[in-house]
């Protein structure tokens, strides 16, 4: 049985990367009646900062020949690892038990929200391997970072996450599904690009309804 993750970092309850994600969930959950499912909400529920607890786990970690996601209790020794632990393990329990793990996150300053970084620092450690699993990635931004486009260097967001999820997970096939020029809902200087938004949104909720099927 296939087991999905889905998680939502956008600071708004109402938001495009939350409608994309949700999009790719409920197609997900049709195409697989009786696969798992497991939502977490990180900006409503918070997940802490990483706090020096966690950085000794971390030594502790470096110091073995190998990772053993599935042993990693065993190194906790002081009442404050215990604690670090506590936050860590249900939230790493969602990742070893998903086969596929959604993330809808808006772009925030070029980048990631806040949100989002906490939750991957708490599950990440050295020399860990999540390759047997799929990563997909539901985006809204600001402006458009299509190839080509003039701000398209700019993208801190695309670029960190398939970075991180290659170098930290050997996940080298992350989707991402973006949907570009959210801003032009609001920003009078893009109203002129309304359209252009209104495309990119209906080709990414056509997108992501395609892949999650598959």
């Given at each position: 049985?296939?087991?999905?993750?889905?998680?939502?970092?956008?600071?708004?309850?109402?938001?495009?990367?939350?409608?994309?994600?949700?999009?790719?969930?409920?197609?997900?959950?049709?195409?697989?009646?009786?696969?798992?499912?497991?939502?977490?909400?990180?900006?409503?529920?918070?997940?802490?900062?990483?706090?020096?607890?966690?950085?000794?786990?971390?030594?502790?970690?470096?110091?073995?020949?190998?990772?053993?996601?599935?042993?990693?209790?065993?190194?906790?020794?002081?009442?404050?690892?215990?604690?670090?632990?506590?936050?860590?393990?249900?939230?790493?329990?969602?990742v070893l038990a998903a086969?596929?793990?959604?993330?809808?996150?808006?772009?925030?300053?070029?980048?990631?929200?806040?949100?989002?970084?906490?939750?991957?620092?708490?599950?990440?450690?050295?020399?860990?391997?999540?390759?047997?699993?799929?990563?997909?990635?539901?985006?809204?931004?600001?402006?458009?970072?299509?190839?080509?486009?003039?701000?398209?260097?700019?993208?801190?967001?695309?670029?960190?996450?398939?970075?991180?999820?290659?170098?930290?997970?050997?996940?080298?096939?992350?989707?991402?599904?973006?949907?570009?020029?959210?801003?032009?809902?609001?920003?009078?200087?893009?109203?002129?690009?309304?359209?252009?938004?209104?495309?990119?949104?209906?080709?990414?909720?056509?997108?992501?309804?395609?892949?999650?099927?598959?």
């Amino acid at each position: 049985m296939s087991t999905l993750l889905h998680l939502d970092a956008s600071a708004r309850r109402r938001s495009i990367s939350r409608e994309l994600s949700a999009e790719f969930a409920e197609a997900w959950r049709i195409a697989n009646p009786d696969g798992g499912y497991i939502y977490r909400d990180l900006a409503a529920e918070p997940v802490p900062f990483i706090d020096e607890a966690w950085t000794e786990l971390c030594d502790a970690v470096l110091a073995q020949p190998t990772t053993d996601l599935d042993r990693l209790a065993t190194l906790v020794r002081t009442p404050e690892q215990s604690a670090a632990w506590a936050i860590v393990q249900p939230l790493l329990a969602d990742v070893l038990a998903a086969d596929v793990i959604l993330i809808g996150t808006p772009m925030y300053n070029y980048s990631i929200p806040a949100a989002l970084k906490a939750w991957l620092d708490q599950i990440t450690f050295p020399r860990m391997s999540l390759g047997d699993r799929r990563f997909v990635v539901a985006t809204a931004r600001g402006g458009s970072y299509t190839p080509g486009a003039p701000k398209a260097a700019f993208d801190y967001q695309e670029r960190y996450l398939r970075d991180f999820f290659a170098g930290h997970f050997a996940v080298t096939d992350t989707v991402f599904v973006n949907a570009e020029l959210a801003n032009a809902r609001q920003d009078p200087a893009l109203a002129h690009l309304r359209g252009k938004h209104d495309e990119s949104l209906s080709a990414a909720m056509e997108s992501a309804r395609k892949l999650a099927g598959r």
